[in-house]
């Protein structure tokens, strides 16, 4: 499956911007997906992920209550919804498919887009 990530941007913060995660292929539905971020010099970071259903969802602390991650299989699409957004929250955001269950871990995701920019001024 090829990933394409897009919709990052300039924000302000406490500002709000969806990023979205378009999907190749027929198969899409039976992927977790999740979303993960970096910024130079540091390790990649778990930000969301999703089952293939939608029905369950996991989030970093870092992120919980102020981000939302779903899914629409029909649109082979999966999105993040990012609120009262910080500079701390700045980073390349990348999606990513799992053809398990979902995970925190960015080793067990086989699939990867090319990431984009999400920028929180100050």
């Known amino acids: 499956v090829q990933l394409q990530a897009s919709g990052g941007g300039l924000v302000q913060a406490g500002g709000s911007l969806r990023v979205s995660c378009v999907a190749s292929?027929?198969?899409?539905?039976?992927?977790?997906m999740g979303w993960f971020r970096q910024t130079p010099g540091k390790e990649r970071e778990f930000v969301a992920t999703?089952?293939?259903?939608?029905?369950?969802?996991h989030y970093a602390d870092s992120v919980k209550g102020r981000f939302t991650i779903s899914r629409d299989n029909a649109k082979n699409t999966v999105y993040l919804q990012m609120s009262s957004l910080r500079p701390a929250d700045t980073a390349v955001y990348y999606c990513?498919?799992?053809?398990?269950?979902?995970?925190?871990?960015?080793?067990?995701?086989?699939?990867w887009g090319q990431g984009t920019l999400v920028t929180v001024s100050s």
């Open positions: 999703i089952s293939w259903s939608g029905g369950m969802t």
């Open positions: 990513a498919a799992d053809t398990g269950v979902g995970s925190t871990l960015s080793d067990e995701y086989e699939y």
């Open positions: 292929g027929r198969t899409f539905s039976s992927y977790a």
